[in-house]
C-alpha cells in the first residue's frame, strides 16, 4: 500500500514538474488563451443564447395548445327557473382544452425567424473577432518577452565585461599603473550596469506577467516560451496591401458582421411593412362543465360531463386601421437605421483598409529601420571593443569607455526594438491576409 501510494505522490510530482518545464511556442500561446480566456468565454454564452432565442422564434410557427380548470361558487339571492327569487348556493366546474394555430402575422414570424439567424451569425462574427484581437494581443505580448529576453542578454553581457574590467583595474592598481580613482570609477561603471541588468529583469518579469494574464494563468512562474529560430527573425517579403485588403473583405469577421447588420435591417424594413398587413389566426378546442345547486346535481358528474361536452372551432382576422402612428413610426425607424447599418459597413471597409495600410506601412518602417539600426549595432559594437582593449592598456580614459559602452548598449536596445517590430509588423499583415499568428 505505501509502494503504491509512493509511486502516484511520485507521478504526481512529475507531472508537475513537467507543467512547470512546459515551453510555450506562440501558437501555443494562442490556443490556449482562445480556450481559457474569460471575456471569450462570456462571448461563447452569448453565442449559445442566440441559439435559443433563434429556437424560440422558429417555435412560434407551431401550435400553441393549452388546458385550463376553473371552479366558481355563487350564492344569495336569485332568480329561479321558476320565475321567483330565492337563496341559492350554485357551484360550476368548467374543463376546456384549446389550441390555436397563426396562420399569417404579415410576415412577423418568417421575419423573425431570419432576425434571429442573422443575430447568431452576428455574434458568431462577434466572437471571431474577439479571438482575433486576443490573438494579436497575444502574439505582442509573446514578442515584448522575446525582446526584453534578449535585451536582458544583452545588459548581462555587458555586467559580466564590466566586472572584467574592474578585475582588470584593480591589478593594474596594484601594479602601479592605475590610480585609485580609476578603480572607483569602474566600480561605479559596474554599478550602473548591475542597475541595468535589474531594469531589464523588471521588465522581462512584467512581460511575462502580461502574456500569463492574457492566458489566464494563475502566475507566470511556469511560462517558458520557446525561442524562434533565427529564420523566423528575419525580415520578411511584405504582401502588396491592396491585394490584402481586398482578400480580407470576404473573410474578416467584422467585416462580415457589418454586412450581417445590414441584412438584418433590410429584413427589420421588410417586418415592419408587414404589420401594416391584416393577421388571421385558427383556434379550436373542447370543454365541458359540471354544475350543482344548493349541494345537488341536476344529473350524475359524469352524465354532466358527457352531456355538457362542447367543440368550437373558429377564425380570427386582425385588421389594422389605426395604430396611432405606431407602425408608421416603427417603419421610418426601421429605415433609418437600414441607413445607418449601410454607413456603418462602409465605414468598417475603411477602417480596415487603414489598417492594413498601416501595418504595411510600419513593417516597410520598421524593416528599414531594423537595416540601418543593425549596421549601427555593428559598429557601435566594434567600437566598443577597440576602446575595452585600449582602456585594458591604458590607452583610454574612463569617459572614453563610457561612451563606447553606452552607445553600444542602446545601439543594440534600438536594433533588437527594431527586429522584433518588424516581426510583429510583418506577422499581423500576414495576419490579415488569413495567415495564422505563429513564429
Not at 34 to 42: A, E, M, P, T, V
Not at 265 to 291: D, M, R
Not at 292 to 308: D, E, M, P
Request: charged content about 20%; aromatic content about 8%; overall charge neutral.
Amino acid at each position: 500500500m505505501k509502494k503504491t501510494a509512493l509511486v502516484i505522490i511520485a507521478a504526481l510530482a512529475a507531472f508537475s514538474a513537467g507543467a512547470q518545464d512546459r515551453a510555450w511556442t506562440l501558437g501555443d500561446c494562442i490556443r490556449y488563451a482562445i480556450d481559457h480566456n474569460i471575456s471569450l468565454k462570456q462571448s461563447r454564452l452569448n453565442v449559445e443564447q442566440k441559439e435559443l432565442d433563434l429556437s424560440t422564434a422558429k417555435g412560434k410557427r407551431l401550435p400553441g395548445l393549452a388546458a385550463s380548470a376553473s371552479e366558481n361558487l355563487s350564492f344569495g339571492r336569485g332568480l329561479g327557473a321558476d320565475n321567483t327569487y330565492t337563496n341559492s348556493n350554485t357551484t360550476s366546474t368548467s374543463l376546456n382544452l384549446g389550441a390555436d394555430i397563426p396562420i399569417f402575422q404579415g410576415f412577423s414570424i418568417s421575419d423573425g425567424i431570419k432576425i434571429s439567424s442573422l443575430d447568431l451569425s452576428s455574434a458568431t462574427q462577434k466572437l471571431r473577432k474577439a479571438e482575433n484581437d486576443l490573438s494579436v494581443n497575444v502574439a505582442k505580448a509573446y514578442i515584448q518577452i522575446l525582446y526584453d529576453e534578449e535585451v536582458l542578454k544583452v545588459a548581462l553581457s555587458q555586467e559580466a565585461c564590466d566586472k572584467e574590467l574592474l578585475e582588470s583595474v584593480r591589478a593594474r592598481m596594484e601594479s602601479g599603473k592605475a590610480s585609485l580613482a580609476e578603480v572607483a570609477s569602474q566600480e561605479a561603471v559596474l554599478a550602473q550596469s548591475s542597475l541595468s541588468v535589474a531594469q531589464a529583469r523588471g521588465n522581462l518579469s512584467i512581460s511575462r506577467l502580461d502574456l500569463s494574464q492574457l492566458l489566464e494563468l494563475s502566475t507566470p512562474d511556469s511560462l517558458n516560451i520557446v525561442f524562434p529560430q533565427a529564420s523566423a527573425l528575419a525580415p520578411a517579403l511584405l504582401s502588396d496591401p491592396e491585394q490584402i485588403w481586398l482578400q480580407a473583405l470576404d473573410t474578416r469577421p467584422e467585416i462580415l458582421d457589418a454586412a450581417l447588420s445590414v441584412e438584418r435591417s433590410k429584413i427589420a424594413v421588410h417586418q415592419a411593412k408587414g404589420a401594416f398587413l391584416p393577421s388571421l389566426s385558427f383556434s379550436g378546442g373542447i370543454g365541458t362543465n359540471f354544475y350543482t345547486v344548493n349541494n345537488q346535481a341536476a344529473t350524475s358528474f359524469g352524465n354532466q360531463l358527457k352531456n355538457n361536452f362542447s367543440q368550437y372551432l373558429g377564425l380570427s382576422l386582425n385588421i389594422p386601421i389605426f395604430s396611432r402612428l405606431a407602425n408608421r413610426n416603427n417603419l421610418k425607424g426601421a429605415r433609418l437605421n437600414l441607413r445607418n447599418e449601410t454607413l456603418n459597413e462602409e465605414n468598417s471597409k475603411k477602417t480596415l483598409y487603414k489598417e492594413i495600410q498601416q501595418a504595411y506601412y510600419n513593417a516597410l518602417s520598421s524593416q528599414v529601420k531594423y537595416e540601418s539600426s543593425l549596421k549601427t549595432a555593428e559598429s557601435e559594437r566594434r567600437r566598443f571593443e577597440l576602446t575595452s582593449e585600449k582602456y585594458k592598456a591604458g590607452l583610454a580614459g574612463i569617459t572614453d569607455y563610457n561612451d563606447a559602452r553606452n552607445s553600444r548598449f542602446k545601439a543594440e536596445s534600438e536594433m533588437l526594438r527594431a527586429r522584433y517590430e518588424s516581426v510583429f509588423q510583418a506577422k499581423l499583415l500576414d495576419f490579415y491576409a488569413g495567415t495564422a499568428l505563429d513564429l
